[in-house]
C-alpha cells in the first residue's frame, strides 16, 4: 500500500469513521477501584499526596460504595491499616480485622459490587516488610503460612476474590490450597505476579501507612530492568494456581504487559498505581494536563497493551468520563 492510492486519513475524517475502525475501548466493567480502611468512625481522611482519594472507616466506606456503585463502578479493591501493627502483622488475619469487617459490611449493604481484598502483611506489620523478619531478613516460607491465614479469613468474610501482592515465593499456591481445604475452591487468586520494586508507591505508603522502617522492598519485588525474571514470575504463579496476571506499575511497564499477553492465555491485569496518579493530579492542578483526556489516554494505552482489568485511583473519575 503506497500513497496516493493508500491515503490512512480517509479513515480520519469524522468521528463517526473513525469509532467505526478503533480497534480499543474499555468499559466500566474492566475497572477496579482501590479503597483504604481504617478504624474509627465518620472518617474521611483525605491522602495528602493523592487528592480526591481518600481513607473510610467502615461506615463511611460503605456509604461511599453505595455511591460507587449507584456511578457504575463494578468492583473495589480493599486495604485495611488495623489499629494496632506487630512483628508478625497478626491483625491481618482477625477475624474482626479492619478488612474482614469492612468486606462484611459491603456484602451485606452494597450487593452486587464485587470485592476483592489484597493480601500482604506490610500494612500490618510494626516494621513495614511485607513478611515476617529474621534479622534483617524478610523471611520467605515463615511467611506464607501468615498469608494464607490472611486470605482464608478474607474468603470468610465474604470476599469475592484474594490478590496477594507480598511477592513471596510460593504464596499463589500456599493460598490456593488453603482456600481448597476449608471449601473456597471457587474463589479466585488475582496474584500481583510482575510486581516491581517501584518509586510509583510513594503516595500509597502514606495512604497505607506502610512505608518499610528500614531498607526498601527490592529483596523480593523485581528490578525495574528485568524482563525475561517477568516471564518467569508469571509461570511460576500460573503453575500455582492464579487466575489472573497482574502487572504493577502499568504505564511504565506497558512492554511487560504486552509480553505477558502475547505469552500466556490467562486474564491480565495492570495497576496503574499511586504514583501515577499523583502525577497526572498534580500536572492537572497547575493547569499543564486536560485531565479527563490524559486519564483517558493513559487507561487506554494500558488496554491497547494487552490488560483485561485495570486498577486505578481513576475509577470514579472515569465513570463520569464514560457516562
Ligand atoms: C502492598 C501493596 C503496595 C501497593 C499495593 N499493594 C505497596 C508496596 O508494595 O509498597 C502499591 C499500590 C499503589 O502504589 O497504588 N504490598
Same mark, same amino acid.
Given at each position: 500500500?503506497?500513497?496516493?492510492?493508500?491515503?490512512?486519513?480517509?479513515?480520519?475524517?469524522?468521528?463517526?469513521?473513525?469509532?467505526?475502525?478503533?480497534?480499543?475501548?474499555?468499559?466500566?466493567?474492566?475497572?477496579?477501584?482501590?479503597?483504604?480502611?481504617?478504624?474509627?468512625?465518620?472518617?474521611?481522611?483525605?491522602?495528602? %499526596?493523592?487528592? $480526591?482519594?481518600? @481513607?473510610?472507616? #467502615?461506615?463511611? *466506606?460503605?456509604? =461511599?460504595?453505595? !455511591? &460507587?456503585?449507584?456511578?457504575?463502578?463494578?468492583?473495589?479493591?480493599?486495604?485495611?491499616?488495623?489499629?494496632?501493627?506487630?512483628?508478625?502483622?497478626?491483625?491481618?488475619? %482477625?477475624?474482626? $480485622?479492619?478488612? @474482614?469487617?469492612? #468486606?462484611?459490611? *459491603?456484602?451485606? =449493604?452494597?450487593? !452486587? &459490587?464485587?470485592?476483592?481484598?489484597?493480601?500482604?502483611?506490610?500494612?500490618?506489620?510494626?516494621?513495614?516488610?511485607?513478611?515476617?523478619?529474621?534479622?534483617?531478613?524478610?523471611?520467605?516460607?515463615?511467611?506464607?503460612?501468615?498469608?494464607?491465614?490472611?486470605?482464608?479469613?478474607?474468603?470468610?468474610?465474604?470476599?469475592?476474590?484474594?490478590?496477594?501482592?507480598?511477592?513471596?515465593?510460593?504464596?499463589?499456591?500456599?493460598?490456593?490450597?488453603?482456600?481448597?481445604?476449608?471449601?473456597?475452591?471457587?474463589?479466585?487468586?488475582?496474584?500481583?505476579?510482575?510486581?516491581?520494586?517501584?518509586?510509583?508507591?510513594?503516595?500509597?505508603?502514606?495512604?497505607?501507612?506502610?512505608?518499610?522502617?528500614?531498607?526498601?522492598?527490592?529483596?523480593?519485588?523485581?528490578?525495574?530492568?528485568?524482563?525475561?525474571?517477568?516471564?518467569?514470575?508469571?509461570?511460576?504463579?500460573?503453575?500455582?494456581?492464579?487466575?489472573?496476571?497482574?502487572?504493577?506499575?502499568?504505564?511504565?511497564?506497558?512492554?511487560?504487559?504486552?509480553?505477558?499477553?502475547?505469552?500466556?492465555?490467562?486474564?491480565?491485569?495492570?495497576?496503574?498505581?499511586?504514583?501515577?496518579?499523583?502525577?497526572?493530579?498534580?500536572?492537572?492542578?497547575?493547569?499543564?494536563?486536560?485531565?479527563?483526556?490524559?486519564?483517558?489516554?493513559?487507561?487506554?494505552?494500558?488496554?491497547?497493551?494487552?490488560?483485561?482489568?485495570?486498577?486505578?485511583?481513576?475509577?470514579?473519575?472515569?465513570?463520569?468520563?464514560?457516562?
Amino acid at each position: 500500500m503506497m500513497f496516493p492510492e493508500y491515503r490512512p486519513r480517509r479513515l480520519r475524517r469524522n468521528e463517526e469513521i473513525r469509532s467505526m475502525v478503533r480497534e480499543t475501548s474499555f468499559g466500566m466493567e474492566h475497572l477496579i477501584y482501590p479503597l483504604f480502611v481504617v478504624p474509627g468512625r465518620d472518617v474521611q481522611n483525605e491522602i495528602s %499526596a493523592m487528592p $480526591g482519594c481518600y @481513607q473510610f472507616s #467502615v461506615d463511611k *466506606l460503605v456509604e =461511599e460504595a453505595k !455511591g &460507587l456503585r449507584d456511578a457504575g463502578i463494578k468492583s473495589v479493591i480493599l486495604f485495611g491499616i488495623p489499629e494496632e501493627k506487630d512483628a508478625t502483622g497478626s491483625q491481618a488475619w %482477625a477475624k474482626s $480485622g479492619i478488612v @474482614q469487617r469492612a #468486606v462484611e459490611a *459491603l456484602k451485606k =449493604e452494597v450487593p !452486587g &459490587l464485587i470485592v476483592v481484598t489484597d493480601v500482604c502483611l506490610c500494612e500490618y506489620t510494626s516494621h513495614g516488610h511485607c513478611g515476617v523478619l529474621s534479622g534483617k531478613d524478610v523471611e520467605n516460607d515463615a511467611t506464607l503460612e501468615l498469608l494464607a491465614k490472611a486470605a482464608l479469613s478474607h474468603a470468610r468474610a465474604g470476599a469475592d476474590m484474594v490478590a496477594p501482592s507480598d511477592m513471596m515465593d510460593g504464596r499463589v499456591g500456599a493460598i490456593r490450597d488453603i482456600l481448597d481445604e476449608n471449601g473456597y475452591e471457587n474463589i479466585p487468586i488475582m496474584a500481583y505476579s510482575v510486581k516491581y520494586a517501584s518509586a510509583f508507591y510513594g503516595p500509597f505508603r502514606e495512604a497505607a501507612e506502610s512505608a518499610p522502617e528500614f531498607g526498601d522492598r527490592r529483596s523480593y519485588q523485581m528490578d525495574p530492568a528485568n524482563k525475561r525474571e517477568a516471564l518467569r514470575e508469571a509461570a511460576l504463579d500460573m503453575e500455582e494456581g492464579a487466575d489472573i496476571l497482574m502487572v504493577k506499575p502499568a504505564m511504565p511497564y506497558l512492554d511487560i504487559i504486552h509480553m505477558l499477553r502475547q505469552e500466556f492465555t490467562l486474564p491480565i491485569a495492570a495497576y496503574h498505581v499511586s504514583g501515577e496518579y499523583a502525577a497526572i493530579k498534580a500536572a492537572a492542578a497547575q493547569g499543564w494536563l486536560d485531565e479527563e483526556r490524559v486519564v483517558y489516554e493513559s487507561i487506554l494505552s494500558i488496554r491497547r497493551a494487552g490488560a483485561d482489568i485495570i486498577l486505578t485511583y481513576f475509577a470514579k473519575a472515569l465513570a463520569k468520563i464514560l457516562a
